[in-house]
């Protein structure tokens, strides 16, 4: 069965230290990726996917077919960052969600 | 802001009671779906519709009910033989499916849905 897991349920750092939330999918075929974001009293909304190969809010994601990982990055992490981070594979026409990681960036 | 919306914010149900969440989108979108967000699982796909008068069953769909009579909208029934209903529950849409499915989707706000 297709598979996203996100192992962290929780990631705390300081304003401008790096981030890395960890997203691996289990997928045979070429898969379709993705990172949602919610913050605070907002809707969960799309950051990004891996076909853009964008950066959106100096977040970026590679899709590594070896690691099977689409890790979500960013070099110096704003307090404005902290949210729940949700990755999501497509399958056929459905989207899998990991179960999300919380960042906290503290001041 | 518009788009999708998702009411009430806030439901309660007694047992055995059957109870309706409601959807509408006017964004002109084909797909359309309803996921579960519990605590520690992330969102699992309840129901979905490609296209209107047309649905199907998603991962958790046992004591679940949907319906797509129009394009805009696309109720959710929590029933009584849902013995956990206790969630939060979120619908999305889509542009469509298929050959464009790397489409993003955009959710609603979402309800709570609380057992009396």
């Known amino acids: 069965a297709q598979r996203v897991t996100q192992p962290e349920k929780l990631l705390s750092v300081f304003k401008g230290a790096p981030v890395e939330l960890k997203c691996n999918y289990s997928?045979?075929?070429?898969?379709?990726l993705f990172w949602y974001v919610q913050y605070s009293r907002q809707r969960l909304q799309l950051l990004l996917r891996?076909?853009s190969r964008e950066s959106i809010k100096g977040f970026t994601a590679d899709l590594n077919k070896g690691e099977t990982s689409f890790h979500l990055k960013k070099p110096f992490a704003q307090e404005e960052d902290s949210a729940m981070y949700y990755c999501a594979s497509r399958r056929t026409d459905k989207l899998i969600f990991g179960t999300g990681t919380r960042l906290q960036v503290f001041p | 802001d518009g788009g999708i919306t998702q009411s009430p914010k806030y439901l309660f149900r007694k047992e055995g009671q059957n109870v309706t969440l409601s959807c509408e989108q006017n964004l002109n979108h084909d797909a359309m779906y309803w996921y579960r967000q519990d605590p520690g699982q992330g969102l699992r796909l309840i129901y979905y519709?490609?296209?209107?008068?047309?649905?199907q069953k998603g991962d958790i769909a046992e004591g679940y009910s949907v319906s797509r009579e129009k394009k805009e909208s696309f109720p959710l029934t929590v029933t009584s033989a849902q013995k956990n209903p206790t969630a939060f529950y979120l619908c999305a849409s889509s542009i469509g499916t298929g050959q464009i499915s790397n489409q993003p989707q955009h959710f609603g706000d979402g309800t709570r849905l609380s057992i009396l």
């Open positions: 519709s490609q296209i209107v008068n047309d649905f």
């Open positions: 997928y045979s075929g070429s898969p379709e």
């Open positions: 891996h076909i």
